[in-house]
């Protein structure tokens, strides 16, 4: 599974976007990219996941360049409960038994 | 959305003593869960992968016999730790597949062995 780099932490001004990065420069053509999130003394909570394609669900939307090396995850309108733990999780869709290899992910703080 | 319960959510316990976790997938069946550990300040560290009906696999440097895994129906799963020392006190997480590497998480159990 390729590795991904993300920044130790960022800061967000409620009621604004959001914008996670997160670098996967050694990704293969057959692998996604999956976000998830952690807050603070809870189990982690998917987001959203993709390929080539950006895509965009209830909570988020995912872009992805087109050389895919890199990709950012945006929360349009970020809130207090926004504050966690984001991990950008890069993986080979349907081997290692659908492990998830997570990393120190970003941590992100919503300030009021 | 898919939603997986872990009971207990925290378990106090004497050194010495088995600990029982369980993990349900409460709307969906789950032929694949996961087992991770997590300590204070750290990521999530996957213990083992459960699939219905086989024996886990468990990832390098976890004991086998020290956390047993039973993934006995479609809907549950359970990690039962035993023989508990203080240094297996941690934050136990488990989750299910739904699909591709799609997991949804249960709210994780503390445990803390004294």
């Known amino acids: 599974d390729a590795k991904t780099t993300q920044p130790p932490s960022m800061d967000c001004a409620e009621g604004r976007a959001a914008n996670l990065p997160c670098n996967h420069s050694t990704i293969s053509g057959n692998e996604y990219v999956y976000w998830y999130r952690q807050i603070h003394s809870q189990g982690p909570q998917y987001i959203i996941h993709g390929l080539k394609n950006n895509e965009t669900n209830e909570m988020a939307s995912l872009i992805i360049t087109e050389d895919r090396k890199s990709s950012t995850l945006i929360l349009p309108h970020a809130t207090l409960r926004d504050t966690a733990v984001y991990y950008c999780?890069?993986?080979?869709?349907?081997?290692?038994?659908?492990?998830?290899?997570f990393g120190k992910g970003t941590l992100l703080t919503v300030n009021p | 959305g898919a939603v997986v319960s872990q009971h207990p959510s925290r378990v106090i316990c004497k050194s010495g003593t088995s600990v029982k976790i369980e993990c349900r997938s409460l709307d969906f069946q789950a032929t694949t869960m996961f087992w991770y550990r997590q300590f204070p300040k750290q990521s999530l560290m996957l213990m083992a992968t459960s699939n219905e009906g086989s024996k886990a696999t468990y990832e390098q440097g976890v004991e086998k016999d020290k956390f047993l895994i039973n993934h006995a129906s479609l809907t549950l799963s359970t990690l039962t730790v035993t023989s508990a020392h203080p240094e297996d006190s941690s934050f136990y997480i488990c989750?299910?597949?739904?699909?591709?590497?799609?997991?949804?998480f249960g709210p994780g159990t503390r445990l803390t062995v004294l």
């Open positions: 989750s299910a597949r739904v699909s591709g590497y799609t997991q949804y």
């Open positions: 999780i890069v993986n080979n869709s349907g081997g290692s038994n659908y492990k998830l290899t």
